[in-house]
């Protein structure tokens, strides 16, 4: 007997959609490191996008930026067509139209690479602690709101009053996307979701992304390394190398890649255009 | 021998200068680093209040200090008493001890020992929670949920630390007190009666005003290294580690260079 479960898939952008989030010419260096070097993208809205790339490429760095938690040394990022930050110095159009990052923050949902779980409150206070703080609900009401949001991901309501430290890594990834949806966001986050979880796990955790993003409508970037990951829940996938995207395009892409970096980075080859200088001379 | 060995000293006075250079020169950028912090601090005074943060604080400073607080304080009463005792019997002044100990105490002894012991039981700790969630990516975390970590996390552990350091000082000040008086009735022959009169006719009340004072100062203080030295963590375990050091290190210093100054703005003639 075998066991067929129907898993959700991506929702597909349609064409002339317009865009969620566009990040232009972003340029970060972390003193003589240079993090993100003319890193240019977008995110249509409804779409789901994978970005890829080798480790320390600036993954998570791209994502800390797009939520304001560091501060680019040059560049621009518009969410829903109007440009974030303030406006002190930068010298453009005073007439465009801007957002803040906290305006952002509030519609979106982030699930840490850590699951960067509160130690100190319980799983219920950790999953409804943005409802709590942006919309002032009374804590019975937060409990139930999050209870409900634990059996969305799977886990039983006893699991609510458990602390993060008692849980294991899957479940604390599960509760991590608990709360990154629980404020029924419209834009999510994810850095490297599935990561030190077994096949089985990733696989849930997947589905779960999928399913939260096609029930809220939302737009999606995820940071991963995982390559059956990327397939299942990318409409398109971009490689971040050298502080820039040097490849984007569907994520049909992978299971037969014709762009030389993108094919080196899905087979794990160690020559080829992604190889970087590690010491003067020395090619890893 | 000496003649090869001098360009090797020369070389050593030469890294001792710079190191004292690095540190007159890291000395106004560190200091300018905590000015904006402090400014980040008074920005975050704005509601929302988290005022079950607030009563965990107050709970986490002042009560859970009471126990080493008081052992400080008595065993510092009672060896001032004995000390003076033994000082002062060579000038025939021992009906002094009643008035050494209280203005010791009040002024001096209670606020500055109960600083140093809640700068090392609390400054450390404070540097190492906040450190640990800024490693973890908790403060990423707290910013993403749209809740500022100086509201939620560094003013209720700053506003609790200058309540809370006072009445800590008060104990520590009765507890001292009678830490000498039963040291000099119970030792040294003193008419329970006569020490009590003397020791509350000698006080002042800008003696333990005084000391209030500076406990809240050193209150203040406690709490802005601990966030501050854990919030700029970086590094992991390590870094967290050093956090902690430097929050007690730093608190310690700063404690004694600002009772020097309050004292200076109360006493000086």
């Known amino acids: 007997m075998t066991l067929e479960t129907a898993s959700p898939t991506p929702n597909s952008a349609p064409e002339g959609v317009a865009n969620e989030v566009e990040a232009q010419d972003l340029h970060l260096a972390f003193g003589d490191k240079r993090v993100l070097n003319s890193f240019s993208l977008s995110l249509k809205r409804g779409e789901s996008l994978v970005i890829l790339g080798r480790s320390g490429t600036g993954k998570s760095v791209f994502l800390k930026c797009l939520l304001g938690l560091l501060a680019v040394n040059r560049g621009d990022i518009f969410w829903r067509g109007a440009e974030l930050g303030s406006r002190s110095g930068s010298g453009k159009d005073e007439e465009a139209p801007r957002k803040s990052y906290a305006e952002l923050r509030a519609q979106c949902g982030m699930l840490f690479q850590s699951s960067a779980?509160?130690?100190?409150?319980?799983?219920?206070?950790?999953?409804?602690?943005?409802?709590?703080?942006?919309?002032?609900?009374?804590?019975?009401?937060?409990?139930?709101?999050?209870?409900?949001?634990?059996?969305e991901v799977e886990l039983p309501p006893e699991t609510a009053h458990l602390f993060p430290a008692e849980l294991s890594g899957g479940m604390r990834k599960r509760v991590g996307l608990a709360r990154a949806v629980a404020s029924e966001p419209r834009l999510l986050l994810f850095d490297e979701p599935t990561s030190g979880l077994d096949p089985i796990m990733t696989r849930i955790i997947d589905d779960l992304i999928l399913s939260s993003m096609n029930r809220l409508g939302a737009s999606a970037i995820t940071v991963t390394h995982d390559m059956a990951s990327a397939a299942r829940i990318a409409n398109r996938v971009a490689l971040l190398h050298g502080g820039q995207i040097v490849w984007h395009g569907s994520s049909q892409a992978l299971e037969d890649p014709q762009d030389e970096a993108l094919r080196q980075f899905v087979r794990g080859e160690a020559q080829g255009p992604l190889a970087v200088r590690t010491r003067a001379g020395e090619q890893d | 021998m000496a003649f090869n060995s001098a360009p090797k000293q020369f070389g050593t006075i030469l890294l001792g200068v710079a190191g004292l250079g690095a540190f007159v020169l890291n000395l106004p950028a560190a200091a300018g680093r905590v000015t904006l912090f402090i400014g980040q601090i008074l920005q975050a005074l704005a509601?929302?209040?988290?005022?079950?943060?607030?009563?965990?604080?107050?709970?986490?400073?002042?009560?859970?200090?009471?126990?080493?607080?008081?052992?400080?304080?008595?065993?510092?009463?009672?060896?001032?008493?004995l000390q003076s005792y033994t000082g002062f019997a060579?000038?025939?002044?021992?009906?002094?001890?009643?008035?050494?100990?209280?203005?010791s105490i009040t002024r001096e002894l209670g606020p500055v020992l109960a600083g140093l012991i809640v700068a090392g039981r609390v400054g450390s700790a404070m540097a190492a929670e906040i450190g640990t969630m800024r490693v973890t990516e908790q403060i990423d975390a707290l910013w993403a949920l749209s809740t500022n970590p100086f509201r939620y996390l560094v003013l209720p552990r700053v506003l609790a630390a200058i309540l809370v350091l006072p009445l800590l000082v008060l104990v520590a000040d009765i507890i001292g007190v009678t830490g000498g008086y039963f040291i000099a009735t119970a030792r040294l022959g003193f008419h329970p009666g006569t020490y009590i009169q003397?020791?509350?006719?000698?006080?002042?009340?800008?003696?333990?005003?005084?000391?209030?004072?500076?406990?809240?100062?050193?209150?203040?203080?406690?709490?802005?290294?601990?966030?501050?030295?854990?919030?700029?963590?970086?590094?992991?375990?390590?870094?967290?580690?050093?956090?902690?050091?430097?929050?007690?290190?730093?608190?310690?210093?700063?404690i004694l260079i600002s009772n020097y100054l309050v004292t200076e703005l109360f006493f000086a003639q």
């Open chain 2, 90 to 103: 060579r000038f025939s002044a021992e009906s002094a001890i009643p008035n050494v100990v209280v203005v």
């Open chain 1, 117 to 151: 779980l509160f130690d100190s409150l319980p799983v219920w206070e950790n999953v409804a602690f943005g409802l709590m703080a942006a919309r002032r609900i009374s804590r019975s009401e937060a409990l139930d709101i999050a209870i409900a949001r634990l059996e």
């Open chain 2, 47 to 81: 509601p929302p209040w988290y005022g079950r943060n607030f009563a965990r604080q107050l709970v986490e400073i002042g009560f859970y200090s009471l126990p080493v607080v008081g052992m400080t304080a008595i065993f510092t009463g009672m060896v001032l008493a």
């Open chain 2, 198 to 254: 003397n020791t509350w006719s000698f006080l002042e009340a800008q003696d333990v005003i005084s000391g209030l004072v500076k406990a809240a100062v050193f209150g203040f203080i406690i709490a802005l290294m601990g966030c501050y030295h854990g919030y700029k963590s970086r590094g992991g375990a390590a870094g967290v580690g050093t956090a902690a050091t430097y929050a007690v290190v730093s608190a310690s210093i700063l």
